[in-house]
């Protein structure tokens, strides 16, 4: 959410209609958002943001803004680099995410891991919706299924 914010708040900017004031309250909120998403480290908050940029940089591109688009992705290669060279928490977090996927992989016990149980959720869902393509299941029926 925080960061479908930070890029709602940017559409918001741009839009001609909206008065200075406003603007100026709307480059706060999405830098706040964007900090508290980072301070938070919500990986698929980050992730989600980070293709929204990605998204950013490929329409600035296609719009003939060639330094723009091409700064920013040099910008999305170089910043999270010097972030895991430099910071300690974002290298124990990717270690960290490391592991829990390994445990996924490995088959171990994932019951405290985060990232594990999503990707056990999402294989627990492909193969029920493999099972029943066609109407799927209600809540009534999903531990049966």
């Known amino acids: 959410m925080l960061a479908l914010a930070a890029f709602l708040g940017l559409l918001l900017r741009r839009n001609p209609y909206t008065p200075p004031p406003v603007r100026w309250a709307l480059?706060?909120?999405?830098?706040?958002?964007?900090?508290?998403?980072?301070?938070?480290?919500?990986?698929?908050?980050?992730?989600a943001f980070?293709?929204?940029?990605?998204?950013?940089?490929?329409?600035?591109?296609?719009?003939?803004?060639v330094l723009g688009g091409v700064a920013l992705l040099c910008a999305l290669s170089v910043v999270p680099w010097l972030a895991y060279q430099t910071l300690e928490p974002v290298q124990q977090r990717m270690h960290a995410t490391i592991w829990d996927v390994q445990q996924f992989q490995q088959e171990h016990d994932i019951n405290q891991y985060s990232l594990s149980r999503r990707f056990a959720a999402w294989k627990t869902a492909v193969i029920v919706a493999q099972q029943h393509p066609w109407l799927g299941v209600g809540p009534a029926d999903a531990y049966q299924a």
């Open 27 to 47: 480059v706060v909120s999405v830098i706040l958002a964007v900090l508290t998403l980072h301070l938070l480290a919500y990986r698929t908050g980050l992730l």
């Open 50 to 65: 980070y293709v929204m940029l990605i998204v950013e940089a490929v329409r600035l591109l296609l719009r003939r803004r």
